[in-house]
């Protein structure tokens, strides 16, 4: 499947890219990195401009995250309310609430491209939770620019090599990700300490 969307990039790229970025933050498993990184190859040859790639890509992706929050809105919503009703549940629940009004903002940002397998699933839980719309919107739409512009810029340096392009862009990333939850673990730890003393 893989293969036969890249093969479409050359005819329909910026529609096809707005459509796998629209889905992918929609929890469907499409290839939009390894789209992106054709895409940004296809600038380097300058079959393709970049700003309307990275506009395509973004604009595809701001729609799809507006999509899952609206779909956690209308569904989860109600969902929620009833598995508050259990008190074991209910109390996760809260507590899940209470995270998402605290460190929403910085879980919405890097879930679109640090933790990217996780945002849709944190679109779909900001609208459950009535997260801030605007706060989403702003925080969504900044995540995504870190996104679009990491895939397409190193599609487009590694024009001749996607699949090099494709393994730092997953290495980096991975490291990034280490990092980051070494970091988390830290402060967690950090706090814990406190607690006790």
Same mark, same amino acid.
């Given at each position: ?18 459509s796998v970025t629209f889905l /992918?933050?929609? #929890?469907?498993? $499409? ?7 054709? !895409? @940004?190859? %296809? ?13 395509a890509a973004l604009g595809g ?29 209910? /109390?996760?629940? #809260?507590?899940? $609430? ?7 903002? !910085? @879980?919405? %940002? ?63 990333? @991975? ?12 402060y967690w730890l950090v706090n ?6």
């Amino acid at each position: 499947m893989t293969d036969l969307i890249l093969g479409l990039v050359p005819t329909y790229g910026l529609w096809l890219l707005a459509s796998v970025t629209f889905l /992918a933050c929609l #929890a469907l498993p $499409v290839p939009c990195s390894i789209l992106m990184l054709t !895409a @940004g190859g %296809f600038v380097a040859t300058g079959d393709l401009v970049l700003w309307q790639v990275i506009a395509a890509a973004l604009g595809g992706a701001v729609l799809g995250d507006q999509a899952g929050y609206r779909i956690g809105k209308v569904g989860g919503h109600g969902l929620l309310t009833r598995l508050s009703s259990n008190p074991k549940s209910g /109390a996760l629940i #809260a507590r899940a $609430v209470d995270q998402m009004d605290r460190r929403g903002a !910085a @879980g919405i %940002f890097l879930t679109r491209w640090l933790f990217a397998p996780v945002g849709p699933w944190a679109n779909f839980a900001a609208g459950a939770t009535d997260f801030h719309h605007g706060r989403f919107t702003l925080w969504a739409i900044a995540g995504e620019v870190v996104w679009v512009s990491l895939y397409v810029l190193l599609g487009y340096g590694f024009a001749g090599n996607i699949e090099a392009a494709s393994d730092m862009a997953g290495s980096a990333l @991975g490291i990034l990700a280490g990092v980051a939850a070494m970091l988390g673990f830290g402060y967690w730890l950090v706090n814990a300490a406190r607690q006790d003393a």
